[in-house]
């Protein structure tokens, strides 16, 4: 495995997270496969386009009060990649919080020297198989990344 591959398709993944931070319609469309598809908790699959669309506004800094992603893994097969986290957040609804992780895997293929994403399936974590706080790799309070 290839410490370039994996440090690009980290780097691929932190933007990932930072463009559904800033809902970056146009840095995500740029990272993501012509043929992507997305995979919810429900089990509903959703193309590129109504993907894309949903991202524009998926992150409301004042529902989603803290968010964070942590325990990244990322495997490499030849042109084949998934890259596996969690993700924490806290979400304020009618005045009350609720905390919630979800885990995904994100699958990138490599074409023409680029890697993309051409499937992210997200699915909850039940409180048990929490991964710990020590394994946060980046976290945001109400939109603004933390040092």
């Known amino acids: 495995m290839s410490e370039d591959a994996l440090r690009v398709l980290s780097?691929?993944?932190?933007?990932f997270i930072n463009n559904f931070i800033t809902n970056d319609v146009a840095s995500h469309d740029q990272i993501t496969h012509k043929d992507f598809i997305s995979i919810y908790p429900s089990g509903e699959r959703v193309g590129k386009a109504e993907y894309l669309k949903r991202w524009a506004t998926g992150f409301n800094p004042e529902r989603i009060v803290y968010y964070d992603h942590r325990d990244e893994l990322i495997?490499?097969?030849?042109p084949t990649a998934l890259v596996r986290s969690s993700n924490k957040s806290i979400v304020v609804e009618n005045g009350t919080e609720t905390t919630r992780m979800t885990s995904y895997t994100d699958v990138y293929i490599l074409e023409d020297g680029d890697w993309t994403c051409i499937q992210a399936q997200i699915t909850l974590v039940a409180p048990a198989?929490?991964?710990?706080?020590?394994l946060i790799v980046k976290k945001y309070v109400k939109g603004v990344a933390q040092p």
């Open 129 to 134: 198989h929490y991964p710990p706080d020590a």
């Open 75 to 78: 495997s490499v097969f030849g």
């Open 11 to 15: 780097t691929k993944n932190a933007t």
